[in-house]
């Protein structure tokens, strides 16, 4: 088995684990995966809700990216791994980490191994909620408008908001660091044995959507923009980056150390990384004028448009248009939600509370059968609530949220933002409450495809991708009624890793380009939501409603 086969690696990097698969490169099929959970983003480690700030280790990174891998590939004949031609890495983004000459992230170092400055900065960090402000107030000032591509608002997830904070907030790391990497780019220079951080293939994916990176200004803003917002910047941008690749390039051929590591050939070839939503985008077979929203904790929402099609027209508040930032040859335009499955959990972990602290305080052991029980009722909740909420009738008088419980990522990015609940009543229950959270998410989404709408892109349906599309029918049908469209669930599993896939399969040179290994490698689709319009009438009412509580809650900031 594998004789005369050609196989690949795709390798995930999600919010809280990493992922690997192994797949034939014939027609996708995935072989073998392996997960490896962050343990010290799981303990909570360098992280604070409250302060808005999510950090991860990059040992996190680089002992998830080891044993993925070789648990993945442990699983598979000698012959499958005799056979493997190139690895392709996603990553979560903007997520951005400082590192010194050689390219090593700062937190590597002993003086640095427990300071979270010095760490990567989770694409959910606000922490640079100032920065992004002064950031957005400065462009106004310049003769070019560096903020066209990015829908005119930079934000605090975003490379350049996170570095400013970084260099204002500790000293010693502002001395220490030479360039500033997105997690997607380092990835690849790691598994190649890059030397020096100047010679970091930077992807154009998270260059273009992230870093103001352009080809109309030559590359990134001039240093004399980035120095007169703040002398810390002055020179920075000298050490980072002008030219960027698409995510079907080599970034180079596996390091004589990784291919040990990993029990493989420095043959393989390891691709440039890109972002997480928009390689998950091609692993649900993302095609001209279908949105593909990647539903997990956050959303990505991401069309592709031919570019002879789009002409000039830049769609404002959203997370840019860039060329080749997901199909090489199209244009990629990005929005989404800062927290949308993040919702969910939040209102579960808010009902799980009182429990946890009753047995944590209780003094008694807690035995292996109570710490099984209280898994499953955790499990259990979310699946509890949909379905009791699901046998709600709908009413304009039921409860209200607004869904900013993370800031608003699109339209117009405002991090500072908060989400909120109205219309609460004695009568109100967990339910209830479930409910109108749910129905503001679905919301959230509609002010996105209308957004798209007010600059005449069409959209002739949905594509769903993710944890939340596979397994929550009573959000999809929701959002299918609130959306009056269509949705198609992809079948994969995991699209991340196999869009990785994908884009190695390219990369190896076994297709000319990325919309051939999705034809031949995707798995398609294995559920459609249709739009019950008779409750699509109702909840358009309630939509007027939502619009007006988004003001209020603006208003109050």
């Known amino acids: 088995m594998g004789a005369g086969k050609d196989y690949v690696i795709g390798v995930d990097f999600g919010t809280a684990s990493v992922r690997a698969i192994v797949a034939d490169a014939a027609n996708g099929e995935e072989k073998s995966s392996a997960v490896f959970v962050y343990p010290r983003f799981q303990k909570g480690l360098y992280c604070s809700a409250t302060k808005n700030q999510f950090r991860q280790h990059p040992l996190d990174y680089v002992e998830g990216l080891e044993q993925s891998i070789t648990n ?12 493997i031609r190139a690895i392709s890495v996603d990553t979560t983004g903007s997520t951005p980490v400082a590192v010194d000459e050689s390219g090593t992230p700062l937190a590597l170092h002993t003086e640095f191994m427990e300071n979270p400055n010095a ?42 908001a996170k570095l400013l904070y970084m260099l204002r907030e500790d000293t010693k790391v502002a001395e220490a660091c030479y360039s ?17 951080a100047d010679d970091i293939k930077r992807g154009v994916c998270a260059a273009g959507h992230k870093g103001l990176w352009s080809d109309e200004w030559g590359g990134l803003p001039p240093d004399e923009f980035f120095s007169s917002l703040d002398p810390s910047l002055q020179g920075f941008v000298n050490r980072l980056y002008t030219k960027t690749y698409t995510a079907d390039m080599p970034a180079g051929n596996l390091s004589a150390e990784w291919a040990r590591k990993l029990g493989l050939s420095t043959k393989v070839r ?60 199209m244009v990629g335009l990005e929005a989404g939600q800062s927290a949308f499955g993040d919702v969910y959990e939040w209102f579960k972990d808010l ?190 009412e309630r939509y007027f409603q939502y619009e007006a509580l988004c003001k209020i809650v603006e208003s109050t900031k």
């Open 351 to 540: 009902l799980a509370w009182p429990i946890k602290q009753y047995l944590m305080n209780s003094g008694v052991p807690i035995s292996e059968n109570v710490a099984h029980t209280m898994r499953e009722m955790e499990l259990s909740i979310l699946r509890d609530l949909s379905e009791a909420a699901g046998r709600l009738p709908l009413e304009m008088d039921l409860e209200w949220a607004v869904d900013w419980l993370n800031g608003r990522r699109t339209p117009d990015a405002d991090q500072s933002l908060k989400g909120a609940l109205f219309g609460l009543q004695l009568g109100t229950d967990a339910p209830r409450m479930f409910r109108a959270l749910v129905e503001a998410t679905c919301f959230g989404a509609k002010k996105i495809i209308e957004r798209f709408r007010e600059y005449n892109m069409e959209i002739k349906g949905i594509i769903g991708v993710g944890g939340v599309a596979k397994k929550s029918p009573y959000v999809m049908q929701m959002m299918s009624d609130i959306l009056e469209m269509p949705i198609q669930v992809h079948k994969s599993e995991q699209t991340g890793a196999a869009g990785a896939a994908m884009l190695a399969a390219t990369v190896a040179g076994i297709y000319p380009k990325v919309e051939d290994a999705m034809e031949n490698m995707g798995q398609g689709f294995e559920q459609v939501y249709q739009p019950d319009f008779s409750r699509a009438k109702i909840y358009a």
């Open 119 to 160: 760490m990567f900065f989770l694409w959910k960090d606000h922490t640079a909620i100032a920065e992004a402000e002064e950031i957005n107030a400065h462009t106004k000032k310049s003769d070019t408008n560096y903020l066209k591509y990015v829908g005119g608002i930079y934000s605090s997830e975003w490379f350049w």
């Open 270 to 329: 390891v691709g440039v990384g890109a972002i997480d939503a928009h390689v998950g985008a091609i692993g649900g077979q993302i095609a001209p004028h279908f949105m593909s929203k990647v539903m997990g904790t956050s959303t990505c929402d991401m069309i592709v448009i031919p570019s002879n099609m789009l002409e000039d027209t830049l769609v404002k508040g959203i997370c840019g248009q860039v060329q080749g930032s997901i199909i090489p040859g």
């Open 180 to 196: 500033w990497v997105e997690h997607c780019d380092w990835i690849p220079f790691l598994l190649t044995g890059g030397q020096h």
């Open 72 to 83: 993945a590939l442990g699983q598979c004949s000698k012959e499958i791994q005799e056979s």
